[in-house]
């Protein structure tokens, strides 16, 4: 697998994530 | 079509498993909300810290499954780049509570008056984390042995996440519900598992599954070839390109193991030998293995890898390589003569000078056993060479390929510069993509 697609792929999964700490704590505050 | 579908649903497991905490602890919340929005998003920081933290042993795990589709050297860099994302994403959590007002010298300082179990456990996690990413990225400028490395990288990792789970249960806030509890109590038997996997059962599974040194040449390019026979047992098949992780010692459990490629033609009889090439880098490399002798014992764990021709078919393959990155694709030219495979084959191979190209008189008798034809390309070419000079490049892949070029199998296999200039090179030549395959050697 070409090595430019993990990096990529690492940068788009990180901001997903800090997007979901941000939904996680738009969920439990209401 | 099979493979993306098992790629994207090793993808969902692993997305699954790191937003587990994260969904639970939404869908069943605790009685005592915290004080601020702030709070909660660094309270999720955390938990996704912790769980890219837990899941880094399982990219490292060799899941033949998983690296079957992904390839190793993209989950040993999947790996890498994820540790660091981990530890962003856990400095990140203290970070914004101090901001909420948290005070720092509690969490920051475990000697102070007002630290406690649980600052102390999470200074202890991030205080480990903080090693652990340093040490990797920094190995050789602190000039820390491969196997001391090896060793802590292990013990750093198991007391970051210990020291993470210790703070998550002393807190209590997400812990106090049974469906935390549960996630909680997974996630441990999991890491325990892989550990006793790994470090354990793996090794003992290993102990009937003995080699002996039985050849240990020198080559060009201060490089030595390692050849090995089974002891007591069938030893292995594998395709050719493929590489395994050699452990040289009195037992299994000895500390330090290698990823190195297999040098020798594959499809090897039942008891047959296996070859690996290995450059002197300092450390091992530079040590242990000129001074490995016949009769040595050694284990072998392999083999691994989804870099061989064996798994793509063209009318004909360019195999291109960089140094000691040779020796995958000189296993793979090795197995097509003894195939008597006729299809063409263009062999790139980047070397510093001309004394430096490894296995040069086998390769020129390979030439003449095959329809191969080698393409040595010097960066520091001797007076009178008339041969390529440089580094292999676009322009001098279309000096020497055929017309019906695109038609072929792309094998690449050398040092990060030459792999980002080919990995430039091909689509720009107009090499479909899924004709490519690469492994960088240097992976840890």
């Known amino acids: 697998m070409h090595h430019v697609l993990v990096k990529r792929f690492s940068v788009a999964l990180s901001t997903l994530l800090v997007i979901a700490a941000f939904a996680f704590a738009l969920l439990v505050r209401g | 079509m099979r493979l993306i579908l098992r790629g994207t649903l090793w993808f969902v497991l692993y997305l699954f498993l790191i937003l587990l905490p994260l969904a639970t602890a939404a869908l069943f919340q605790p009685a005592r909300l915290s004080p601020s929005m702030l709070t909660e998003v660094a309270v999720a920081l955390g938990f996704i810290g912790f769980s890219l933290m837990a899941l880094e042993f399982a990219l490292i795990s060799r899941v033949k499954t998983a690296a079957a589709i992904f390839g190793d050297d993209a989950l040993q860099l999947f790996h890498n780049l994820m540790g660091a994302v981990a530890l962003g994403f856990i400095v990140a959590h203290p970070m914004l509570l101090v901001v909420r007002d948290y005070p720092a010298q509690c969490w920051l300082n475990p000697f102070s008056d007002c630290a406690s179990r649980s600052t102390i ?83 003992i599974l290993h102990w009937r599954r003995q080699w002996e040194i039985v050849e240990n040449r020198v080559e060009r390019g201060d490089s030595r070839t390692l050849v090995f026979k089974p002891v007591g047992h069938s030893g292995f098949d594998f395709e050719p390109g493929q590489f395994a992780w050699i452990k040289m010692g009195r037992s299994p459990f000895t500390v330090g193991q290698h990823p190195i490629s297999i040098s020798s033609p594959g499809d090897v009889e039942p008891g047959g ?133 695109k038609r072929f199998v792309y094998l690449i296999c050398g040092p990060d510069p030459l792999m980002d200039a080919m990995e430039k090179a091909l689509p720009a030549l107009g090499v479909p993509p899924d004709q490519v395959q690469t492994e960088r050697f240097a992976m840890v």
Request: aromatic share 12%; charged share 20%; glycine share 10%.
């Open chain 2, 121 to 203: 456990t999470a200074f202890v996690a991030l205080l480990a984390v903080l090693l652990l990413v340093a040490t990797s990225i920094w190995r050789k400028q602190l000039r820390l042995k491969y196997e001391i490395w090896q060793i802590a990288h292990g013990l750093l990792a198991l007391v970051a996440v210990l020291g993470a789970l210790f703070h998550i249960f002393i807190m209590g806030r997400y812990t106090s519900m049974p469906q935390m509890q549960v996630v909680w109590g997974v996630y441990s038997v999991v890491l325990i598992y892989l550990i006793v996997w790994n470090r354990l059962i793996k090794p």
């Open chain 2, 273 to 405: 030998t296996v070859a690996f090439t290995i450059k002197n880098l300092g450390d091992w490399s530079g040590g242990r293995v000129p001074a490995a002798k016949p009769g040595d014992r050694a284990w072998l764990d392999g083999p691994h890898g989804v870099f061989s021709s064996d798994r793509e078919q063209g009318m004909g393959y360019v195999l291109i390589g960089g140094g000691v990155g040779v020796t995958p694709l000189y296993s793979m030219a090795q197995t097509m003569a003894q195939r008597g495979d006729v299809r063409p084959v263009y062999l790139f191979y980047g070397a510093k000078t001309w004394d430096d190209i490894i296995f040069r008189e086998e390769l020129e008798t390979l030439q003449g056993r095959m329809n191969l034809k080698v393409i040595y390309v010097l960066s520091q070419a001797h007076e009178g060479w008339e041969g390529e000079t440089g580094f292999v490049s676009e322009e001098l892949l279309k000096r020497h390929l055929p017309k019906q070029y």
